[in-house]
């Protein structure tokens, strides 16, 4: 799910075989100054970057002589307003219309809809036929100026399908049809092991375009990584009112139990809150949304702090800022950031937190605690929906170029 930005807003596959086992993974590519993640999937005879997202179920690509909608004032703009790449999708031969049904979501950024149809799709060297994705002609401005549209890689409960008689675009979140995506429809077709797991690279953020780091269908991805993992469940989200998943209370989300924070500096005073809250992973989202018992203190703790700012929605914060430690307890391990993921840069002059209260924002009325990018980064990220588990560990090599955010 992406979320709004506060203030302003090549596809190589190696497959390996692992003790019988096959795994296959794409390389993905950082845009956005390293905090959007674009993978490479061939749909029907056409190759489009989309964005990877833990945080939604459907995949969706732009059509060409799509329309575009300004959000704020529902105008028709310009194509290039919306950012995506100008590689749209064509009509191929493979394509097969679901004439009773349309396509059509609303994340926390825009809204994207069109028809559902039946595609051939690839991904890190697997194809499926009959793969149901959303053809989109009207969106709101979503794109990375790389991407095409985007992988959803969430559970099925949350897909976007409707009955073809659905017609407001503001009730996207009831009167599902829904169908296994992508990595489901791999996995029953037997291609791969019931898992994907993401290594986000931890590039410079002083480049527009860089290499992404790795997404890998059944496998671990190549990264070194310390030994133990920690795994939680994939919990139903308690406050996800049954109607957005047709009546059912289900897994939806990559959502899990978060039993506390740390933070402070290691040099030190370290505090914790050891309040638990349910939380869910999403890598289309550089932003994290926590509780604000949790977000005020760390972000007070900048040096100089983050300071709310009402406009924003978010804390403001020098460029150059030095952040504190921040960990989030997840299993039997306490996940640390790294200082310079914690500074997001907005615009040329602009820098925000990444941590903002999920109180201050609600999405159809709800406060969900979002775990984003700045996490991700750091991590190797197990999703297991055959056990329906998450697994981390930490990455050794980070390849960081230590705390310069001098970037752009
Ligand atoms: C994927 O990226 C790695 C660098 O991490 C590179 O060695 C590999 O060649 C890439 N794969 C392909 C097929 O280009
Ligand atoms: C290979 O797949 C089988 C069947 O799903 C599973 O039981 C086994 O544990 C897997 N082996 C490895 C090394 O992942
Ligand atoms: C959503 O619906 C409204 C009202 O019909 C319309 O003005 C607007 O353009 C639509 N937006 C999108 C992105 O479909
Ligand atoms: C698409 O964008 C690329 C790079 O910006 C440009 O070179 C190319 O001419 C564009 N193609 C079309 C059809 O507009
Ligand atoms: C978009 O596609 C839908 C579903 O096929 C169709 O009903 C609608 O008229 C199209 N809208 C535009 C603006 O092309
Ligand atoms: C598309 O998928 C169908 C159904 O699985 C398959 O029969 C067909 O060979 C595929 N076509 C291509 C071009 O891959
Ligand atoms: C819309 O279509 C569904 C079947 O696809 C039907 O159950 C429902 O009653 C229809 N709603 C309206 C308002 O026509
Ligand atoms: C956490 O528990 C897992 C087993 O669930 C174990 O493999 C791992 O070593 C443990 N890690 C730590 C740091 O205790
Ligand atoms: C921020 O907004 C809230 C409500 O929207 C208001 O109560 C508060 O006074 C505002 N604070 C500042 C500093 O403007
Ligand atoms: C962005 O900032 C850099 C250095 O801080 C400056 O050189 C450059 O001119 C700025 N660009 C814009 C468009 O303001």
Redo the contacts with the bound molecule.
């Keep these: 799910m992406h979320l709004p930005k506060p203030f302003i807003i090549g596809a190589t596959m190696l497959a390996t075989a692992e003790a019988g086992n096959s795994s296959f993974t794409a390389n993905l590519t950082a845009t956005g100054y390293g905090t959007v993640f674009d993978v490479p999937i061939t749909i029907g005879d056409q190759t489009f970057d989309l964005l990877v997202d833990t945080g939604s179920s459907d995949t969706y690509v732009m059509k060409t002589g799509y329309t575009c909608i300004n959000s704020l004032d529902n105008m028709i703009i310009p194509e290039e307003g919306c950012r995506y790449s100008n590689k749209t999708y064509t009509i191929s031969e493979t394509h097969r219309s679901i004439s009773?049904?349309i396509f059509g979501i609303k994340y926390g950024d825009g809204i994207a809809s069109g028809e559902m149809a039946y595609e051939n799709v690839s991904l890190g060297g697997i194809s499926v036929g009959d793969q149901k994705v959303g053809i989109v002609n009207v969106s709101n401005p979503m794109g990375d100026g790389v991407n095409s549209g985007l992988l959803g890689l969430a559970y099925p409960s949350i897909t976007s399908a409707h009955?073809?008689?659905?017609t407001s675009n503001q009730t996207y979140w009831y009167?599902r049809?829904p169908y296994d995506p992508v990595l489901f429809t791999m996995h029953k077709e037997g291609f791969i092991e019931p898992y994907f797991s993401l290594a986000l690279a931890h590039t410079p953020q002083n480049e527009p375009t860089s290499f992404g780091g790795y997404l890998t269908l059944g496998g671990l991805p190549p990264v070194a990584h310390s030994e133990g993992f920690s795994s939680v469940p994939v919990e139903i989200l308690e406050d996800l009112p049954v109607a957005f998943t047709s009546g059912e209370k289900v897994r939806s989300y990559w959502a899990t139990t978060v039993s506390g924070a740390s933070y402070g500096s290691s040099a030190g005073n370290m505090a914790a809150n050891e309040t638990s809250f349910q939380a869910f992973v999403d890598s289309g989202n550089y932003m994290q949304y926590l509780p604000a018992a949790i977000v005020e203190p760390v972000n007070a703790m900048f040096s100089p702090p983050a300071i709310y700012n009402n406009k924003t929605q978010a804390y403001v914060v020098e460029c150059d800022a030095l952040a504190p430690e921040f960990g989030l307890k997840i299993g039997n391990q306490t996940f640390f950031h790294n200082g310079e993921d914690l500074i997001y840069r907005i615009s040329n002059e602009t820098c925000v937190s990444s941590l903002a209260s999920s109180e201050s924002i609600s999405i159809e009325g709800l406060t969900l605690n979002i775990i984003g990018v700045p996490f991700l980064k750091n991590v190797i990220a197990v999703f297991d929906f055959g056990n329906n588990e998450m697994r981390f560990s930490k990455k050794l090599d980070l390849n960081s170029t230590a705390s310069d955010n001098s970037g752009h």
């Design positions: 009773d049904e009955p073809a008689n659905h009167e049809l």
